[in-house]
């Protein structure tokens, strides 16, 4: 079966950036490989529920952003590698917490859990931003 996979986490200082990547394994298997799916990112917080932050579609490779994180946040497409990165950028104590990649062959919602997918998630990478 297809797995996600992310990777990049760490600890970085208040106002840092950091860069994860998500990728499928195999990467043949990406759900909608070779030109369809979608990728979402979400994080979870400690006792707080997961929280979708973001997500791009592979037909446009037009992202879209949860208020939390718009404009320091950026989701792209590296067709090369077959990976999907998350840029962030200004990051802030309130960004801590453990990121997931997920994707779908049909649609990403930024609500964890939906019907309407994503439905297959990577195991995370924890994020730390502390001084």
């Known amino acids: 079966d297809v797995q996600m996979m992310e990777s990049g986490g760490g600890l970085v200082q208040p106002g840092g950036s950091l860069r994860l990547s998500c990728q499928a394994s195999p990467s043949t298997r990406w759900p909608g490989y070779p030109d369809r799916g979608c990728v979402a990112w979400f994080r979870q917080a400690p006792g707080k529920e997961r929280e979708g932050i973001g997500a791009i579609y592979r037909s446009n490779g037009f992202p879209y952003y949860a208020d939390s994180v718009k404009g320091r946040f950026t989701i792209s497409m590296d067709t090369e590698k077959g990976a999907v990165s998350l840029q962030m950028d200004s990051l802030k104590p309130g960004d801590n917490g453990t990121y997931y990649c997920?994707?779908?062959?049909?649609?990403?919602?930024?609500?964890?859990?939906?019907?309407?997918?994503?439905?297959?998630w990577g195991r995370g990478t924890m994020v730390t931003v502390s001084s």
């Open positions: 997920a994707a779908d062959a049909t649609s990403c919602s930024l609500i964890a859990g939906s019907d309407y997918g994503p439905h297959v």
